[in-house]
Nanobody, 121 residues
């Protein structure tokens, strides 16, 4: 089994920056994609950013130009640099990794337990 552990959340003022990170307890043999999602209590989890195995990235419209996803699939680590944070970015941020744990294993999708980001004056 693989566990994903997020870190780096916290409290920041509007306009500030935070960097959240995620590391897998075991390195993947091959990574299809790594992503970040976020969820506000009472709302559905929403997509934030994604990086595929070729390094291609895509973002939800509301964070384009402010957030940057980066990572290394073979190291099974992914980060999300968040700049110009606004109160509406307040949420629990979850990392997601989609790949193969070994050459013989089937493709699996894993979630972390989340890290809270609060943007408040």
């Amino acid at each position: 089994q693989v566990q994903l552990v997020e870190s780096g959340g916290g409290l920041v003022q509007p306009g500030g920056s935070l960097r959240v990170s995620c590391t897998a307890s075991r390195k993947f043999f091959s990574m299809r994609a790594m992503a970040w999602y976020r969820q506000v209590p009472g709302k559905q989890r929403e997509f934030v950013a994604r990086m595929d195995g070729f390094g291609n990235t895509n973002y939800t419209e509301s964070v384009k130009g402010r957030f940057t996803i980066s990572g290394e699939g073979l190291e099974s680590t992914v980060e999300l640099q968040m700049d110009s944070l606004q109160p509406e970015d307040t949420a629990v941020y979850y990392c997601n990794m989609d790949g193969w744990r070994s050459e013989s294993a089937g493709r699996m999708n894993y979630w972390g337990k989340g890290t809270l980001v609060t943007v408040w004056p």
